[in-house]
């Protein structure tokens, strides 16, 4: 719908959660350059006090606020006193999440189970919590935070690639909804960016980007609108294309890719 809402730092501020590393953090400081009043949340308050810091000077500022995404009830205490203290919520970023590499012997339940809490529910939690409130005022952009990961499985990521694939099509259903209350919902699908979760990885990463790089193309995409924001281009295209393939023909050429037919069970 071409009348759908885009955020502006003077209709409010920005929220972006999982802000202590990562892409939270460099997105977080992206908005802040482009003049938000960013409320950073995290567990852990030092550093989003350090990223805080390091906002001094820019064009807006960071607000930090520590909050655990997946405690439903404190996320919707967070956005009432955000909303109370500094604004409106215009733009969420939803991006809190966490990465397991799994096998399947020894079979982690608990790492699937923590993976989902806060990759999924703990998204859910953030929609409950500010949803509402934009829907109320007819005014409010919401991106989530996959990951190409989520087109189809990959090796070692069934937890991570499975809560991506469930964001993705969270996304793609409430979408409906969301273009007929003239709200903007969207998802990031990143490719492998230069962050604490990539440096688990001991497989090939091709399109390695930086997280500078990563920020202001997420941030480029708030502006321009759409429901995907993905990058590398490249990268995406390859998975997407992959993913049409034949079941039998897609396992062997992830294999092949990813050096995984060499691997010991």
Known sequence: MANLYRASPKDGIAWVTGASSGIGRGTALELARRGYTVVATARRVQELEHLASEAKGLSG???????????????????????????????????????????????????????????????????????????????????????????????????????KAALIAMAESLKFDTDLLGLTLQIVNPGFVETPLTALNDHPMPFLMKLDEASRRICDGFEQGGFEITFPKRLAFILKALNLLPYRAYFGLIAAMTGWNNKAP
């Open 61 to 163: 500022r960071i607000v930090p606020a520590t909050c655990d995404v997946t405690d439903p009830e404190s996320m919707v205490w967070l956005v009432e006193r955000l909303e109370r203290e500094h604004g409106d919520i215009v733009l969420a970023f939803l991006n809190a999440g966490i990465y397991f590499p799994l096998r399947a012997n020894p079979f982690d339940a608990e790492a699937f189970r923590k993976t989902f809490d806060v990759n999924v529910y703990g998204v859910i939690n953030g929609i409950a919590a500010v949803l509402p409130r934009m829907v109320k005022r007819k005014r409010g952009q919401i991106a989530l935070n996959g990951s190409v990961a989520g087109y189809g499985g990959l090796p070692r990521a069934a937890a991570y690639a499975g809560s």
